[in-house]
């Protein structure tokens, strides 16, 4: 228990330390890194065990070490080491350091979090937090042109694929009662398929396959070890440990349909990396193919060869990136035509890289062989063996092209000396994940009795891939892209889109649905300003009316009067003893009047 | 049918028809006001028979005899400051040059 | 019945009916007053005699106040107050002696034709009429009383303003300077 604890609570603290105290942060960073791969450690070899920490009611949050979980947390753990050592050197001369490794560190936490989760309540929390994660640090270098669109299209587009594992994971908690991942795992039946499906959707998302694999090409803004980290090894890997641990549940036809997207998406992405002008989207591209192919092995219905494939890949893939932060260094720029030659420059990380790039393509005995060839006996052996097989062979083929392509910009063209800072603590990292290339191979058979899930072996399967392999990388040292692809190269260059893309298809149509409601509520808000007027008309009528209704009438009463007044004023004569004569006499009159009614009545 | 009582009315209305002829021939305010003191005067002692000889018990006769003295009094004292006023303003209180207080 | 009290009563009578005439045929103004004074004095005499003794006594001290009064207020409005100069001061006089007769005529014929009922003969004494009248007063009368009061302050009001003077101009600023 106290070792679940460590691995996800030691990053997280070193990350709150370090937005606190901004100093010393590599220091806390390596050591919190340290500590969480000792922990990780401890939970590979020791028993299973079980945080349950208090939740919803009725559904507690749980941290589960099963070999699976402790499995995919040590390698979390030992990637995101290495490529901290490396980031410590890649940032030597970045004024930002805290920020970003505060925000490595809280991903590195979500990450472990995401991966020994036993509830799907925090496994959900850890996908958000892994997307938010992968936001900020994509968007890192948030002053340069363009990176704050890539951010936030990467962050739309693994967002909107989340709802897949929303809806997903209400569906299972509704139909099992808890939100226990284990329990849900024996759901089946129709909803089996219909949640597999959005899980589906939610690991494309995250896994970017096709057709949502675009943002990971736009993700390659950000600083080299975040690609190396989350884009190769870690966050993109979710949907697969995703698709990996509910494998058990997912029925035949799901399955078909994740091997189908597995293959399109390699098949897509292959011939995208086949065509790329930039070393890191070439590799970005090369990511989707490579998690195309294990998704093909989990529709194959061999999980186990997509989790040694997803092992291997991630040191692959983060020694690639690594070494191509070292060549980003060292000729400023990115872009193949830029780093013709660089090979020259550093011949000592040139030679790792070329060693992870042949095992990606295949060559025994680099891990990726054994990987590989898991994954093409797996697909010889499912069911729909007459699909997935051949695009398991493409995929290899393409891998192998343009991994050669790649080698061969790289090493033909004139050096370029520059000195590099950092250069010693890059080595470190890049060095490291190398060996783990070599490495691994030899250690797969130890992880097949360790998962003890059964393993498909196929000599048949053995020398296709080599035979493949081979091909791919004959084809990508000798002939350019250009000849190679032909017509496909320009489409390959958008990204394949069809119909317009994403953007005709759905920012369009949102963006008239906008224009749309600003007009209506323009329209509102002056039908509501001439409700008001018409108010303030009627009040001024009113006001008027009466002004020059009533009071004229009035005022015309008052002149009458005076008028009245005045004719009467010409009987009287004004002399006073007159008037009182008359007013005597009148009075008297009255009063003899009133007499002689009295007397009479 | 006591004579006096005849007598003090008689007496009463002769002032009263003094009283009238003073208020209306004269041509001086203060004249005029006392032809209106003689006027009150006649009223005055029409009460006070009135109440001596018909019921001396109720005293309200001479109650209202008071108010009859009181509002001579007034009377004169308001008159007066009129006189004042219209004196101060035209240096004269004869009534026939007031004719234009009809305008 | 002829009682003393009906020959005082006679007497007071002509003398008032005499010098009320008076008062309208003087030239004098000075002796208009005193004639009006003698014969509102001779009014009082009646009450008197009519046994009202407080009216009487009331209506002589305050007739005596205000004719004198009057006679400072003729001398000061009035052209010829000594009447040396013997001018006929009256104008409608026969309309207004017409009036004066037919007047008296007719409260005279109301006097001695209408049947007044039966006479008191005895009066109560004086002591006790005052204190009746006190009581009267203050007891069954009060809101006469009150409205007698309220009135005689409106009065004393209007004719105070009515006849003071308005401050000159040059005065108001003077006082103003002086704060």
């Known amino acids: 228990m106290t070792f679940i604890g460590l691995v996800i609570l030691v990053p997280l603290l070193a990350a709150v330390a370090i937005l606190c105290w901004r100093k ?100 959900l929390s850890a996908w958000e937090l892994i997307g938010l994660s992968s936001y900020l640090l994509i968007g890192f270098w948030y002053e340069k042109p363009g990176v704050k669109t890539a951010a936030t299209r990467a962050f739309l587009v693994t967002r909107s694929a989340d709802l897949g594992l929303y809806i997903a994971a209400f569906m299972l908690i509704a139909s099992a009662g808890s939100s226990d991942i284990a329990t849900t795992l024996n759901t089946d039946g129709s909803i089996a398929i219909v949640a597999g499906i959005f899980l589906l959707i939610a690991a494309m998302g995250k896994s970017a396959q096709t057709p949502l694999h675009d943002w990971l090409q736009g993700a390659m803004a950000g600083p080299t070890p975040v690609s190396a980290l989350l884009h190769s090894a870690t966050l993109v890997a979710a949907g697969a440990i995703l698709l990996i641990r509910t494998a058990p549940m997912l029925p035949p036809e799901t399955l078909a349909v994740i091997g189908v997207v597995g293959g399109v998406t390699a098949l897509v992405t292959g011939l995208m990396a086949l065509g790329e002008s930039d070393l890191k989207r070439l590799l970005a591209a090369s990511t989707s193919s490579q998690y195309g192919l294990m998704f093909l092995a989990v529709g194959a219905g061999v999980p186990l060869a ?71 006996a797996a697909t010889m052996a499912a069911s729909n063996a007459w699909l997935f097989a051949p695009l398991a062979l493409a995929g290899t083929v393409l891998t192998g092209a343009y991994m050669a392509r790649m080698l061969r910009i790289l090493w033909q063209g004139s050096a370029r000396k520059k000195t590099l800072v950092g250069l010693k603590q890059m080595s470190i990292g890049f060095g490291g994940l190398v060996a783990l290339v070599i490495v691994l191979g030899v250690l797969f058979p130890s992880i097949e009795t360790f998962i003890a899930m059964p393993l498909p072996g196929n000599r048949l399967a053995v020398v296709l891939g080599l035979v493949a392999a081979l091909t791919g990388l004959l084809l990508g040292w000798f002939i350019p892209a250009r000849t190679l692809m032909g017509p496909l190269l320009e489409k390959a260059n958008q990204g394949f889109s069809l119909a317009g893309g994403f953007d005709r298809l759905c920012v369009r149509p949102v963006f008239v649905i906008a224009h749309a409601c600003e007009k209506l509520e323009r329209r509102l808000y002056a039908a509501v300003l001439a409700v008001g007027q018409t108010g303030i008309n009627i009040a001024h009528m009113t006001r008027n009316s009466d002004e020059q209704g009533i009071d004229l009438f009035i005022f015309s009463i008052v002149r009458r009067t005076i008028k009245l007044g005045n004719h009467a004023r010409t009987l009287q004569s004004g002399l006073i003893h007159r008037e009182l004569a008359i007013s005597v006499i009148v009075t008297a009159g009255l009063f003899i009047f009133a007499a002689i009614g009295l007397l009479m009545y | 049918m006591s004579v006096e009582l005849v007598w003090a009315l008689i007496t009463g209305a002769a002032l009263f028809g003094v009283g009238i002829y003073g208020a209306l021939s004269q041509t001086n305010l203060v004249m005029i006001m006392m032809g ?66 009809k305008e | 019945m002829i009682t003393g009290q009906s020959i005082f009563i006679g007497f007071f009578g002509v003398a008032a009916v005499w010098f009320g005439i008076v008062v309208f045929r003087t030239f004098s103004m000075v002796r208009s007053a005193i004639a009006l004074l003698f014969s509102q004095t001779a009014l009082g005499a009646m009450f008197l005699t009519m046994q009202a003794e407080f009216l009487g006594v009331l209506q002589i001290m305050m007739m005596a106040t205000e004719m004198s009064i009057m006679a400072f207020f003729m001398v000061m409005f009035m052209m010829d107050p000594g009447g040396m100069g013997k001018m006929e001061m009256t104008h409608q006089k026969r309309l207004s002696l017409i009036v004066g007769l037919v007047s008296f005529v007719g409260a005279v014929a109301i006097a001695i034709f209408i049947d007044w009922g039966p006479v008191a003969t005895t009066v109560a004494d004086t002591a006790q009429q005052t204190k009746a009248l006190g009581l009267e007063l203050l007891g069954r009368s009060m809101l006469v009383f009150e409205m007698a009061g309220v009135t005689i302050l409106t009065a004393m009001i209007a004719a105070t303003s009515v006849a003071i003077q308005p401050l000159p101009l040059s005065a108001i600023k003077h006082k103003k300077d002086r704060v």
């Open chain 1, 24 to 123: 010393r942060s590599r220091e806390l960073a390596l050591s919190a890194t340290g500590i969480s791969f000792l922990s990780s450690l401890g939970l590979l070899f020791g028993p299973g065990s079980e945080l349950i920490l208090p939740g919803l009611p009725n559904m507690p949050l749980r941290l589960v070490a099963t070999p699976l979980t402790a499995l995919l947390s040590t390698m979390v753990a030992v990637v995101s080491t290495l490529v901290l050592i490396y980031a410590t050197g890649y940032m030597a001369k970045d004024k930002e350091k805290n920020r970003f490794f505060a925000t490595l560190l809280l991903f590195i936490a979500a990450m472990q979090t995401l991966v020994l989760a036993g509830d799907w309540i925090l496994l």
């Open chain 1, 306 to 376: 997509a989790l040694l494939h997803l092992i291997a890949h991630a040191a692959i893939k983060s020694s690639l990136f690594l070494g191509a932060g070292v060549f980003q260094h060292s000729r400023g720029s990115t872009a193949l035509s830029d780093l013709a030659g660089v090979a020259r420059d550093q011949p000592r990380i040139f030679i790792g890289f070329a060693i992870a790039a042949l095992a990606l393509a295949g060559i025994p005995p680099l891990s990726g062989f054994f990987s590989k060839d898991t994954i093409i």
């Open chain 2, 36 to 101: 209106v003191e003689l006027i009150l005067a006649g009223a005055l002692i029409n009460l006070v028979a009135f109440w001596r000889y018909l019921h001396p018990d109720a005293m309200s006769g001479q109650m209202f005899v008071l108010i009859v003295m009181t509002v001579m009094a007034l009377e004169m004292a308001v008159g007066f400051g009129v006189a004042i006023a219209r004196f101060r303003s035209k240096g004269s209180v004869e009534m026939e040059e007031a004719a234009e207080l």
